[in-house]
């Protein structure tokens, strides 16, 4: 079965720093394209970032320069730096992986982790 | 950067009639690959998105049969035959194609009458 498993969020001031960590079991974060994305307070969904498999990173625009997406291949976990946090940042950061690669069954890689909490706010 | 634009924001559906979402993209989600790359989720309340439908009409694991995709291109169809209370929630769509970035809709909120 696999799992992802999101943790780190909490109350940080702005300006301030955190970093989300996912854990996965069940499947490789390495073999796939993983991302990052926030939903703010009763709004909808934006992506944040993504790593492909070859390891190249992309940002939307809100973040770039501010967040680093990163994984551990030994550990099987990915995470998100995120430096320079702002007001509009408060959200909950889901770990997902894009649905463009296939298991053994056919059906899309498409998992998501529980979300994880980031709260900015003095 | 591609938009999706969703229709109807609400929906408030009686038990046992069917429910219809709209989803329409700024550019043709249609890859050289031959697949369009378009995605249903559903969110609901207190949950992460779980997927419904890939490529536009193929069920995901485990969905039931009442959830329906179809459309091409740009324009894009969910549809509920009959809608259950477990189906309330929140569904977006989503492109896939114009990588790297994923985008969703603005979702579409359904609610048992």
């Known amino acids: 079965e696999v799992q992802l498993v999101e943790s780190g969020g909490g109350l940080v001031q702005p300006g301030g720093s955190l970093r989300l960590s996912c854990a996965a079991s069940g499947f490789t974060v390495s073999s796939n394209y993983m991302s990052w994305v926030r939903q703010a307070p009763g709004k909808g969904l934006e992506w944040v970032s993504v790593?492909?498999?070859?390891?190249?990173?992309y940002y939307a625009d809100s973040v770039k320069g501010r967040f680093t997406i990163s994984r551990d291949n030994s550990k099987n976990t990915l995470y998100l730096q995120m430096n320079s946090l702002r007001a509009e940042d408060t959200a909950v950061y889901y770990c997902t992986s894009y649905p463009r690669f296939y298991d053994s069954s056919g059906y899309p890689r498409d998992y998501w982790g529980q979300g994880t909490l980031v709260t900015v706010s003095s | 950067d591609i938009v999706m634009t969703q229709t109807p924001l609400s929906l408030s559906v009686t038990p046992g009639q069917p429910a219809s979402i709209s989803c329409k993209s700024s550019?043709?989600?249609?890859?050289?690959?031959?697949?369009?790359?378009l995605y249903w989720y559903l969110q609901k309340p207190g949950q992460s998105p779980q997927l419904l439908i890939y490529e536009v009409s193929s069920r995901f694991s485990g969905v039931p049969d009442r959830f329906s995709g179809s459309g091409s291109g740009t324009d894009f169809t969910l549809k509920i035959s009959r809608v259950e209370a477990e189906d309330v929630g929140v569904y977006y769509c989503m492109q896939g194609i114009h990588l790297p970035s994923i985008t969703f809709g603005q979702g579409t909120r359904l609610e048992i009458k």
């Open positions: 550019q043709s989600l249609l890859h050289s690959d031959g697949k369009t790359y």
């Open positions: 790593i492909y498999s070859g390891g190249s990173t």
